[in-house]
């Protein structure tokens, strides 16, 4: 049996979690978002498979909602000693990772290698695989002109109204064959509750994502995703302001309606339980229930629900 979960940013990371909580050993795989990647001092960081990563793997600073709890900030500090740009705050315990899996991939190891090899080292009996191998990179246009996504993100503190976003290099892009024999093998796929055009968008615009997942489906393996728009906002990160500024209803339901085809089922939070009716008109069953993750008893809670969502059909 292999859970097929889609990932990117603090939400997917946390019901991934749930899911290796509820799930057994080695029946877990989470397709992650790398448009949100970024070369920092010569390294690569890829923040969406690393939040995954430390979820898994049990350093998640749940808190800052980003990197590892207890970190310390010496690198970075003395880095801006010599000139170098410091809005993007990388700690010292975090810099291993980076430093760890460049080293790899400059010896010669694909991504996905890379990664792998280290989180076997963490022990995660789960496997988190990027999308894909290629570099693709989001960029999002605002009024004065494109900027790469961490840019805009933390730089500017997601401040710019955004008008457009794009994933540069995701036309030569493919799934890896990691994922292919994942989604190939999967009894169920989860979307997580992740920011629909810059978390799962990326993953979904991988020419041949779309096309696995549809197979799946075609299979009766069942497809759900998790709001992560509740009472209107998103719980982290701007997907309620972005999904408003490109004209799309920040809601739970234009979450679901994004998903067209894709889907056979939706899970919302109880707070929007007055949307089901909609949600259903979609097509799709629906689960309402407490969608809060604020510790691993709640994270567990919605992975099983979910799963016996999905399970269901
Ligand atoms: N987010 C911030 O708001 N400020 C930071 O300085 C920051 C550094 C950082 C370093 C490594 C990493 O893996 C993630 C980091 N993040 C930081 C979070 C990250 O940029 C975003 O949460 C995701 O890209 C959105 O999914």
Known sequence: MTIVALAGGTGGAKLARGLQLVLPAGDLAVVVNTADDVERHGLLVMPDH????????????????????????????????????????????????????????????SVTDAVLALQATRGIPSAILPMTDARVRTQVRTDDGWLDFQEYFVHLRQAPEVREVRFDGIQAAAPTPRVEAAIGAATAVVIGPSNPIVSIGPILAVP???????????????????????????????????????????????????????????????????????????????LVTDTMMTDDASRARLAKAVLEFAGSR
């Open 208 to 286: 041949g994502m779309w096309d696995l997942l549809g197979e799946a489906r075609a299979r009766g393996v069942p497809v759900v995703a998790v709001s992560p728009i509740v009472g209107g906002v998103a719980l982290k990160g701007p997907a309620d302001r972005m999904l408003a500024s490109l004209g799309l209803e920040s809601s739970a339901r234009g979450v679901a309606a994004g998903y067209r085809e894709l889907l056979d089922g939706f899970v919302l939070d109880e707070v929007d339980r007055d949307q089901e009716p909609d949600i259903r008109a979609l097509g799709w069953r629906t």
């Open 50 to 109: 690393d939040a995954t990563l430390y979820q898994l793997d049990g350093r998640f600073d749940a808190e800052r909602g980003w990197g590892i709890a207890g970190e310390t900030w010496t690198v970075i500090e003395e880095l801006g000693t010599y000139g170098e740009e410091t809005w993007f705050r990388l700690g010292d315990r975090d810099f291993a990772t980076h430093i760890a899996r460049t080293a790899r991939i400059s010896r010669g190891a």
